[in-house]
């Protein structure tokens, strides 16, 4: 009996490897582990049809010689992420039924590699949230505890690992969707660096700060997926190759900045601030330097977030117009048609978004809201800049609180924005940032994980995942 619970990716290929076990096999155990929960969890939205097809594929690559790391590894897909014959309906109504044409460049990569793709992973609609509350279909549930969230937008990928209903997860992320639900399941979650890795095939958000991630158990593991999927794609102008970028790896005394007034703010939970304390004292035994840092601008993070994000956000999702593809209601005319079609097939927080969006794009406004927060913007990156010139890494808590209740937030928008405060400036400044697991927090009797972030000027993937494992190795 494979033992799903402490599998890693580079166990499993080392017993593919061995012949302890096929790849079909493996799969099965997951497609048993997903029979049992997903009803419970609602972690998969589907679950394909030729999972075990896919694999007896990887065993032939295994046979061949021609098997890498990643070969007959199964992993989940977040469903805004299009794989090419399979339904992507973003967990919206609007998309019920629609099957990609084509595979996302991440999803190539990973066919290439020999990945099996169990299925598609539920998630806040269209990306917008940070529970997996606001999906059409039913919340996903924390496999800690059920009745709290698993985090959001990425919750459904999040919690297919954390149950072991699939070994890693791609998720993608805008302003945390991967690094918040990473760290209320105990996971490692990764952010790269803005245009490390390819967004053709990724269903737009938020454009300018939307990237496709790892979900794993080890740092190692999000590793190996993130060198698959990363590097330039000509079908993405953005993308960039970090071999340009001329990062250059400092391995001696490495200095660990802390924002200390900021992640010292009001609202954030006393297990939380006791975590990070703690995380502080675990890296200077390590070796590291530690060193406060000032990020004069980093507090307005969030408020430049909420401007840019739904801006971009309601010109994105003007294309579901029930014209061109999705749900379709029709009216007494062309206007009509418009207002049925996204008025049924968007969920109310999508319709929020859309409509702040449209509010700070509008005449009278724009340069009263949307100017001053791109200009703002510049003013974060030029901190961020300035700052890792002082220190090589930064760190936060993940997120300001341990998993919240389902339900809990569902009436106030701005206590679920809030959640976010940690994780959006890394989107601003396009930087990487890692969610990696630093200990729990015991609340009413169930110990809830807890996350530490680091983050990275751009293109310090390679110094997140060094200095995260070495702290997951204390």
Known sequence: ????????????????????????????AYLEAIK?????????????????????????????????????IPIAVKDNILVKGRRASSASKILENYVASYDATVIAKL??????????????????????????????????DLGRVPGGSSGGSAAAVAADMALAALGSDTGGSIRQPASFCGLVGLKPTYGAVSRHGLMAMTSSFDQVGPIAKTVEDAEIVFNCIKGRDLLDSTSLDLETVNYKLKTKNLKIGVPRVFTASEGIDKTVTDNFNQSLKVLEKLGYNIKDILLPTISHSLAVYYIIMPAEASTNLARFDGVKYGLRKEGGSLLDDYRLSRGEGFGREVRRRILLGSYVLSSGYYDAYYNKAVQVQQDIKN????????????????????????????????????????????????IPAISVPSGVAEVSGRQLPLGLQFMAS???????????????FK
């Open 36 to 72: 049992l929960k997903n009803k419970e969890l609602n972690v998969y939205l589907e679950v394909y049809g030729d999972v075990l097809e896919q694999a007896a594929l990887a065993d032939e690559k295994i046979k061949d010689g021609s098997a890498t790391v990643l070969t007959g």
């Open 383 to 430: 901190n961020f800049d300035a700052a890792f010139k002082q220190v090589d890494i930064l760190v936060t808590p993940t997120t300001p609180t341990p998993a919240f209740k389902i339900g809990e937030k569902s009436n106030n928008p701005l206590s679920m924005y809030l959640a976010d405060i940690f994780t959006v400036s890394a989107n601003i400044a396009g």
């Open 458 to 472: 751009v293109g310090g993937e390679s110094l997140l995942f060094e200095v995260g494992k070495a702290f997951c």
């Open 1 to 28: 009996m494979i033992d799903l619970k402490t599998l890693t990716i580079k166990k499993a290929h080392d017993a593919l490897m061995k012949g302890e076990y096929s790849a079909v096999e493996l799969a099965k």
């Open 111 to 144: 066919k290439n590699a020999g990945t099996v793709f169990i299925g598609r992973t539920n998630m806040d609609e269209f990306a917008m949230g940070g529970s997996t509350e606001n999906s059409a279909y039913g919340p996903t549930k924390n496999p800690h």
